[in-house]
């Protein structure tokens, strides 16, 4: 998934990019303001974690303006502030969630799981998807019970395939929720990904149908009659 993190010290913003990137997100690190406010004008994200304090424009008109463009990303924001009127004022403003400063690095996955998991609109971190169960704490996918290994990049082209079941999806739109700003895959690089992915999941009741010229387009075609 595709992550923005808006963080003015690099220390901690480089580190929570690398953490979410071993989870296999592409996750990006602005540390000014505008620029943040810029790119959530015409760059669509799964996820944005959001300091309060940056330059230019603060954490808040960020967020207050990306609500008045009637944007829905899901939005987390990291405070030092730990007052209930502070709190109370962001998520009236918009926020999803909030993390007080200084935080646990397991609390912050474990928040980013629930927010991307309310944004595909599943109320659990285990799905099932006709004979497929995915379990998003532990990474894990399995076929008929049985676990399929799977890489971290894998497991997020599979979550974007079920957070759009029957939509169409163009190479584009999938190279942006799977890649950050500075990686430049091949011009086959999604091919080859859905073809690894289709052949480890062949057992499985997920279909991914290409659509020559336009994209991918993925449904549940149950092989259990009683489901």
């Given amino acids: 998934m595709r992550i923005l993190v808006v963080e003015d010290t690099k220390v901690l913003g480089t580190a929570i990019c690398e953490r979410l990137a071993s989870l296999g997100h592409a996750a990006d690190l602005v540390e000014d303001g505008k620029q943040a406010d810029d790119i959530l004008s015409y760059q669509e994200v799964d996820l944005v974690i959001l300091d309060l304090n940056l330059p230019s424009v603060s954490g808040l008109q960020i967020l207050q303006r990306l609500r008045a463009r009637e944007q829905a990303t899901p939005v987390l924001i990291l405070t030092a502030r730990d007052q209930v009127e502070d709190r109370i004022t962001l998520l009236d403003a918009g926020a999803d969630d909030y993390l007080t400063k ?49 890489t971290n990049r894998e497991f997020r082209l599979l979550e974007i395939f079920l957070g759009h079941l029957g939509r169409v999806l163009s190479k584009d739109e999938i190279t942006e929720h799977l890649f950050n700003f500075d990686e430049t895959p091949g011009p086959n690089a999604i091919e080859l990904y859905v073809a690894r992915l289709r052949k480890k999941l062949a057992q499985g009741d997920l279909v991914i149908s290409t659509l020559r010229g336009i994209g991918y387009v993925a449904e549940i075609h149950s092989s259990d009659p009683r489901r």
């Fill in 102 to 150: 200084p935080f646990d690095f397991g609390e912050l996955e474990a928040r980013v799981r629930a927010l991307l998991r309310r944004r595909q609109g599943y109320a659990a971190n285990v799905t099932e998807h006709g004979n497929i169960t995915v379990d998003r704490d532990k990474r894990q996918v399995s076929v008929n019970g049985e676990v399929t290994p799977v």
